[in-house]
């Protein structure tokens, strides 16, 4: 299958993927016993989706038996600015890289669809194309395609691209020669777990997604817990510290994709604005974008955290304004933002003035400062 190898790689080079590589179907041992682990310490959260499916995640034919190889794509959206360079902005909100464009799963299913729809018309293939929309693991098989490795961050470096590459899978009844999976090229390096805000890593090459202000931001629907909100400085939705000072974004070049070039609201957001939002402007601001996804309340807890942090007092008035918002994660927030930034007799005032009509036990914690009933993990705390 020299012939359709050589043809569907370059086609997917023609459709504008500039990472491609192809990885056998068979299992992995290695990436399932990686997987089972990271479940058995518990890193998952609240993911409660990784444990119900971790068997597929863990063999790509366990996904689908008729599997044979695996076409897997990388579209480079490295940026053109340092995403640090923020941080000092304390008033201004941090928005993850990826998620300042265009949603990329869009934009990855559409030239999928087009390298899938090649494939079935010239070499009368079955497919199935993933793009981050089913339990495939896609950095291991990334890696065994030879576009990359999982560094000490778990997540790809590819010696061309960096660290900066949205992954895409076509699954295919062909049998396709594979690629050499790419070697580590970390090194004696931990310049990624150094920096690490929340020390998510508990060791090289093993994430606690619990302490990830990634997973935080975006995928954990409760509270955050109070140990972790001074460490999130500005970021609202994500974190790239560990992504961008990988050495190997020297390589890296800025995206050349138009739908992933950032939006100007999403460079350096004013965190007072984000506030504001309900959640019908919610929807509008960001439709077409990952961060809709997440829903306004979560967001603008984020967004209260940051203002918590921030140190200026001129946002407080933001702040005091969504002690009687009607979702809890976003009331709490508010509550612990506006003890932040007030003076103690101002705060007590307003908790004479609040705390004796709230019923939700979370938000009661704020304001007598125990904080909240669950932590991130959903342990009781200690």
Same mark, same amino acid.
């Given at each position: 299958?020299?012939?359709?190898?050589?043809?569907?790689?370059?086609?997917?080079?023609?459709?504008?993927?500039?990472?491609?590589?192809?990885?056998?179907?068979?299992?992995?041992?290695?990436?399932?016993?990686?997987?089972?682990?990271?479940?058995?310490?518990?890193?998952?959260?609240?993911?409660?989706?990784?444990?119900?499916?971790?068997?597929?995640?863990?063999?790509?034919?366990?996904?689908?038996?008729?599997?044979?190889?695996?076409?897997?794509?990388?579209?480079?959206?490295?940026?053109?600015?340092?995403?640090?360079?923020?941080?000092?902005?304390?008033?201004?909100?941090?928005?993850?890289?990826?998620?300042?464009?265009?949603?990329?799963?869009?934009?990855?299913?559409?030239?999928?669809?087009?390298?899938?729809?090649?494939?079935?018309?010239?070499?009368?293939?079955?497919?199935?194309?993933?793009?981050?929309?089913?339990?495939?693991?896609?950095?291991?098989?990334?890696?065994?395609?030879?576009?990359?490795?999982?560094?000490?961050?778990?997540?790809?470096?590819?010696?061309?691209?960096?660290?900066?590459?949205?992954?895409?899978?076509?699954?295919?009844?062909?049998?396709?020669?594979?690629?050499? $999976?790419?070697?580590?090229?970390?090194?004696? *390096?931990?310049? /990624? =777990?150094? %920096? &690490? #805000?929340?020390?998510? !890593?508990?060791?090289?090459?093993?994430?606690?997604?619990?302490?990830?202000?990634?997973?935080?931001?975006?995928?954990?629907?409760?509270?955050?817990?109070?140990?972790?909100?001074? $460490?999130?400085?500005?970021?609202?939705?994500? *974190?790239?510290? /560990? =992504?961008? %000072? &990988? #050495?190997?974004?020297? !390589?890296?070049?800025?995206?050349?994709?138009?739908?992933?070039?950032?939006?100007?609201?999403?460079?350096?957001?004013?965190?007072?604005?984000?506030?504001?939002?309900?959640?019908?402007?919610?929807?509008?601001?960001?439709?077409?974008?990952?961060?809709?996804?997440?829903?306004?309340?979560?967001?603008?807890?984020?967004?209260?955290?940051?203002?918590?942090?921030?140190?200026?007092?001129?946002?407080?008035?933001?702040?005091?304004?969504?002690?009687?918002?009607?979702?809890?994660?976003?009331?709490?927030?508010?509550?612990?933002?506006?003890?932040?930034?007030?003076?103690?007799?101002?705060?007590?005032?307003?908790?004479?003035?609040?705390?004796?009509?709230?019923?939700?036990?979370?938000?009661?914690?704020?304001?007598?400062?125990?904080?909240?009933?669950?932590?991130?993990?959903?342990?009781?705390?200690?």
């Amino acid at each position: 299958m020299t012939d359709a190898r050589d043809a569907i790689l370059a086609q997917a080079r023609s459709l504008g993927f500039q990472a491609v590589g192809v990885a056998s179907a068979d299992n992995a041992p290695a990436d399932g016993e990686g997987l089972r682990q990271f479940l058995r310490l518990g890193y998952a959260g609240d993911m409660a989706w990784l444990p119900r499916t971790a068997e597929r995640c863990a063999a790509p034919r366990a996904l689908w038996p008729e599997a044979r190889s695996v076409v897997v794509v990388g579209l480079n959206y490295g940026p053109a600015h340092d995403p640090l360079r923020l941080l000092a902005a304390r008033t201004r909100g941090i928005v993850s890289a990826y998620a300042q464009g265009r949603d990329y799963h869009d934009v990855l299913k559409r030239r999928l669809r087009r390298l899938a729809r090649f494939v079935v018309d010239t070499f009368a293939a079955e497919v199935k194309l993933f793009v981050d929309t089913a339990p495939v693991m896609e950095k291991p098989l990334a890696a065994r395609a030879g576009l990359g490795w999982q560094g000490k961050h778990t997540n790809l470096v590819s010696r061309r691209h960096g660290s900066w590459l949205f992954l895409g899978e076509l699954f295919t009844t062909l049998d396709l020669a594979p690629d050499d $999976a790419e070697a580590d090229h970390c090194g004696s *390096c931990r310049q /990624c =777990l150094d %920096v &690490c #805000p929340t020390d998510a !890593f508990p060791a090289p090459y093993r994430l606690d997604a619990r302490r990830c202000i990634s997973y935080l931001t975006i995928e954990h629907k409760g509270h955050i817990a109070p140990e972790f909100r001074e $460490a999130m400085g500005n970021r609202i939705y994500g *974190c790239d510290d /560990c =992504l961008a %000072v &990988c #050495p190997w974004n020297k !390589f890296a070049r800025r995206t050349e994709e138009y739908a992933f070039l950032p939006r100007a609201e999403l460079t350096a957001p004013r965190l007072a604005d984000l506030a504001a939002l309900d959640d019908r402007t919610f929807r509008t601001v960001f439709s077409g974008s990952p961060i809709k996804r997440t829903g306004r309340d979560r967001f603008v807890r984020n967004v209260l955290i940051a203002i918590g942090n921030c140190g200026d007092v001129t946002v407080l008035p933001v702040a005091k304004g969504l002690l009687g918002d009607p979702s809890p994660l976003v009331r709490a927030m508010a509550v612990w933002a506006s003890q932040r930034l007030a003076p103690p007799a101002a705060f007590a005032a307003l908790r004479a003035r609040h705390a004796p009509a709230e019923r939700d036990p979370d938000v009661l914690a704020e304001w007598h400062g125990t904080g909240p009933a669950t932590s991130a993990s959903g342990d009781a705390p200690a």
